[in-house]
């Protein structure tokens, strides 16, 4: 088991342009979340997800758009980056919602110039 | 909304030593989960606690989920040089049941 994946690893962008950041679990988990972790602010929740094809906002969802199409895959889309959004991108997922655990990617680093 | 007050936000102690740490909130959790974040790397889950009162060990980490269902415990004995990162607490409150509310972690120095 992979666990969970998270890919690019890096990435810079400049202002404006857009990106999509792909999170893959092989757990069969049904939930899956995105975070976006700054320095003194811990871990925020952008947008999650309770299972395929359902999708819902989090603490930060503005800037944010996600979908999940299929049951192993999470996205997390940028339409236009802004410097503001300069941060490190956690994915995590969680079996059922009996199960509280939830299982973290490695993050990817993004830099908005 | 919700948080978790983890405090201080830095510690250092020498190799060997044991710590504690703590994590408190005003409102009741029904889960508490402690995880451990090393650099250029995403969170560990190192202990998850169900029921209150409960005391967990994993090695040489213990937790206890507190008895008032606000605050959880998480300690380390003979500290080790790979003890070094962040933990982080996180708790699920009655009611909801999709997320997670996350302290800002403590950043824990160990020296040789």
């Known amino acids: ?113 | 909304g919700q948080q978790l007050n983890q405090s201080p936000q830095s510690m250092f102690i020498q190799e060997g030593e044991d710590v504690s740490m703590n994590c408190t909130s005003s409102s009741i959790f029904n889960t508490w989960l402690w995880y451990k974040q090393d650099p250029g790397e995403g969170p560990v889950l190192l202990i998850a606690l169900y029921k209150a009162g409960e005391l967990t060990s994993n090695g040489r980490l213990t937790a206890q989920f507190g008895i008032t269902r606000k605050d959880s415990f998480l300690n380390i004995s003979a500290s080790i040089p790979s003890d070094v990162g962040i933990y982080f607490c996180a708790g699920q409150l009655i009611g909801a049941n999709s997320k997670l509310t996350f302290g800002k972690g403590i950043t824990l120095s160990v020296r040789p």
């Open chain 1, 1 to 113: 088991n992979a666990g969970v994946t998270q890919t690019p690893k890096f990435r810079v962008l400049k202002t404006g342009q857009s990106m999509t950041l792909l999170c893959a679990q092989d757990m069969n988990h049904e939930y899956m979340y995105w975070y976006r972790q700054d320095p003194g602010m811990g871990l925020r929740l952008i947008h999650y997800s309770v299972g395929e094809g359902t999708t819902a906002k989090g603490e930060v969802p503005d800037g944010y758009n996600v979908s999940r199409l299929k049951k192993q895959n999470f996205l997390l889309g940028l339409e236009s980056a802004a410097p503001s959004q300069t941060s490190v991108y956690f994915c995590a997922s969680r079996r059922t919602s009996t199960a509280s655990e939830q299982y973290f990617g490695p993050g990817t680093r993004l830099t908005v110039t």
